[in-house]
Each structure stands twice: as structure tokens, then as C-alpha cells.
T-cell receptor
Framework: AQKVTQAQTEISVVEKEDVTLDCVYE???????LFWYKQPPSGELVFLIR??????QNEISGRYSWNFQKSTSSFNFTITASQVVDSAVYFC?????????????FGQGTELSVKP | DVKVTQSSRYLVKRTGEKVFLECVQD?????MFWYRQDPGLGLRLIYF???????EKGDIPEGYSVSREKKERFSLILESASTNQTSMYLC?????????????FGSGTRLTVV
């Protein structure tokens, strides 16, 4: 069965601190996709990154970086030098490659609060 | 700018009313989805559709139905609204095919049933 676990419900940091959001997934498929989405207070989920299971390279985009480790079934997200605008709920999601309709299974979300 | 548009941002309905939540996308996406979001529970899939007139139950379909008569529009129907259906409802769409590029989401509809 597919499952995504984000064990951290809430994280609070002070601006300029680095913060890592954890994501652990379960799947029996060898081909799958992993995603991160950001939900700011306005409510709309915004796509951040997509990774397929054959690409374990870490990714960096500005202050954001992602660490994908198949050995531990984890896809963690780090924000370097956090800013107040990073305050949001962050969701990790999993999709097995051949499921009809391309359904995503989401974790429970981590609410990040960055204080000035 | 490509979009998924949900007809209402906020709705207040009475118990027992029939409620329609509308979602329209302009990206020619094959797949469309309805999720509800509740604190501590994340996003839970209610129904999805991978083609016109096709619909599949998600994890929590009870109390809901859907309609997809045109490719761009996917409606969620609460046949008889109840207070436990008070929630944030999110519509999303995506391309079909084996490569999953992820969803585009609407802004959400916050429904309160009183």
C-alpha cells in the first residue's frame, strides 16, 4: 500500500535559520514519483518539485534543496536561511507510475512558521 | 496564465441542502480530482475522473457524488449536506499518460455547513 508520512506537524523557526522538513514514503512499486507542494495562507497549493524514482540526484533551487534517498524511503526538503515568506503548510506526495488517473497520495502536511 | 478555477471561495449552507461545487480548468487536462483538507488529516481524495463521463471513488466518497459532462468541468455534489462535511475542498487537474507531472490546484472552497 502507498503511504506518505510527514512526522512533523508544526515547526517554528526564526528568520535566517535553516530548516528541514521530513518525508517518508511507502510503496511496493519500483517506478514512482515524489512531489512537494507549498500551501501559503492564501490556500492554493503550489508545485515545488517532482522527482521520479530513477533519479536520486539531489536538487537545489535557490534557498530550497531536496534530498532523495531510496535506501531510507525519504524525500526531505531543506530551506536555507528561512524567510517569513516561507511560512506555509508543506505537503509531500507520492504517485505510483501506473495508477489510473495519476492519483497523488499526500502526507499530513507540515506547518512551517518563520518568525522575524 | 493556466488555471484551475473553483466557483466559490467561501460557502455557507444549511444541513440537508444539496450543494454543488464547481471546478473548471483551461489546460486540456485529462484528469481531475476533488480532495478535502482537514487539520491533521492532510488531503484526502474524494473522487477523481480520468476522462469525460468517467469517475472513480477515492478514499472518502461517502456522502458525495461527481459529474463530468465536459472535459474542462468537474463538479462535486453533496447530496444532503451535513455538518461533518464542513471543510476546505480542493480541486486539481493533471495530464493523462504514464508520466506524472503533478497537479495544478484551484484556490479551494471553504464550505461551512450549519
Amino acid at each position: 500500500a502507498q503511504k506518505v508520512t510527514q512526522a512533523q506537524t508544526e515547526i517554528s523557526v526564526v528568520e535566517k535559520e535553516d530548516v528541514t522538513l521530513d518525508c517518508v514514503y511507502e510503496t511496493r512499486d519500483t517506478t514512482y514519483y515524489l512531489f512537494w507542494y507549498k500551501q501559503p495562507p492564501s490556500g492554493e497549493l503550489v508545485f515545488l518539485i517532482r522527482r521520479n524514482s530513477f533519479d536520486e540526484q539531489n536538487e537545489i533551487s535557490g534557498r530550497y534543496s531536496w534530498n532523495f534517498q531510496k535506501s531510507t524511503s525519504s524525500f526531505n526538503f531543506t530551506i536555507t536561511a528561512s524567510q517569513v515568506v516561507d511560512s506555509a503548510v508543506y505537503f509531500c506526495a507520492l504517485s505510483e507510475a501506473y495508477n489510473q488517473g495519476g492519483k497523488l497520495i499526500f502526507g499530513q502536511g507540515t506547518e512551517l512558521s518563520v518568525k522575524p | 496564465d493556466v488555471k484551475v478555477t473553483q466557483s466559490s471561495r467561501y460557502l455557507v449552507k444549511r444541513t440537508g441542502e444539496k450543494v454543488f461545487l464547481e471546478c473548471v480548468q483551461d489546460m486540456d487536462h485529462e484528469n481531475m480530482f476533488w480532495y478535502r483538507q482537514d487539520p491533521g488529516l492532510g488531503l484526502r481524495l474524494i473522487y477523481f475522473s480520468y476522462d469525460v463521463k468517467m469517475k472513480e471513488k477515492g478514499d472518502i466518497p461517502e456522502g458525495y457524488s461527481v459529474s463530468r459532462e465536459k472535459k474542462e468541468r468537474f463538479s462535486l455534489i453533496l447530496e444532503s449536506a451535513s455538518t461533518n462535511q464542513t471543510s476546505m475542498y480542493l480541486c486539481a487537474s493533471s495530464f493523462g499518460g504514464q508520466t506524472n507531472y503533478g497537479y495544478t490546484f484551484g484556490s479551494g472552497t471553504r464550505l461551512t455547513v450549519v
